[in-house]
């Protein structure tokens, strides 16, 4: 698998295929999100799904993948770090904000930073066409934002927080975009990577959720919580697989803006799911949200 892969760097098929797997990325990334935003706390849902997700790509990584090489170690430090750190601003902001007015704020910050990180770290460029398709992206997905914002109902006391923190969150989602793009590709590997990152990333969170639950005077029940978990342990392994090999096999750029087509699926499942209201204005809003994606992929 790993031989087919990387045959396919730089080459038509692999763009196709990278395209492919950065939309199957922004599907399940908003389930992903959904699901810590949902019926739990969002601090107990990440530490159920990060405990999830570790134990289950630790056979992977210690008796399956080729062991990493001595330089990958640093690498791994610090994308152990970088994610964390996003992790306690996304919780911080769910728990501030409701979920599809966070959603969009953090998922339109990352692309923009992130064009600009894969620039300054792969040399990619966007071509003028592909840098209009990402402002209409933007435009859709911050003015998602706006819209759910205005017409907020519920949380606005805590709104200017929530925003500031889902700001702060995207740009740690460009960080860690374009720095584990950088450590996919620094193993001969790429399922080593993938592995072991998500070994050890998955124990910090639960720790945390650790203290936060036996502080909790009415503790929820820990059965749907793990079941919860151990289904976001395979969405995470599914998508963020997905677009580190699509960062792997073409641009980092073109990769980071199709994901982020992510938030026309989180107001989806807000709607249906989270009982949040959706209208013809955010549709709008949604359909630019696409055809900036398009746009982006046909100017390339």
Not at 211 to 235: N, W
Not at 239 to 267: H, I, K, N, Y
Request: glycine share 10%; net charge positive.
């Amino acid at each position: 698998m790993s031989a087919w892969l990387l045959s396919l760097e730089g080459t038509p098929q692999g763009h196709q295929l990278a395209m492919m797997l950065a939309l199957s990325a922004a599907v399940l990334h908003a389930v992903f999100g959904a699901l810590q935003k949902g019926r739990h706390d969002p601090w107990l849902s990440r530490g159920a799904i990060d405990i999830s997700y570790g134990l289950m790509a630790a056979p992977f990584a210690l008796f399956v993948v080729p062991w990493p090489e001595p330089h990958m170690w640093v690498i791994f430090a610090g994308a152990f770090v970088i994610h964390l750190a996003y992790k306690l601003l996304q919780a911080q902001a769910y728990t501030k904000g409701a979920y599809t007015v966070v959603y969009p704020v953090v998922r339109g910050t990352g692309p923009l930073f992130a064009v600009i990180g894969a620039y300054v770290i792969f040399n990619e460029t966007f071509t003028w066409i592909q840098w209009a398709g990402l402002g209409v992206l933007l435009m859709g997905i911050f003015g998602l934002a706006l819209y759910n914002m205005v017409y907020l109902t519920a949380a606005r006391e805590t709104l200017t927080s929530a925003l500031g923190l889902a700001v702060a969150t995207g740009l740690f989602v460009a960080l860690y975009t374009t720095y584990d793009a950088y450590g996919i590709r620094a193993t001969a590997d790429p399922f080593t990577f993938l592995a072991w990152f998500f070994m050890i990333d998955g124990f910090a969170m639960p720790i945390l959720a650790v203290l936060r639950y036996r502080s909790m005077t009415y503790k929820p029940a820990l059965p749907p919580l793990a079941l919860r978990g151990f289904i976001g342990g395979l969405i995470a392994f599914l998508s963020f697989g997905s677009v580190m090999m699509a960062t792997r096999l073409d641009q980092v750029g073109e990769a980071a803006v199709l994901r982020e087509t992510s938030t026309v699926f989180a107001a989806i499942i807000g709607w249906v799911f989270l009982k949040e209201t959706v209208g013809p204005r955010r549709i709008a809003l949604m359909a630019l949200i696409a055809l900036g994606a398009v746009i982006v992929e046909i100017g390339g």
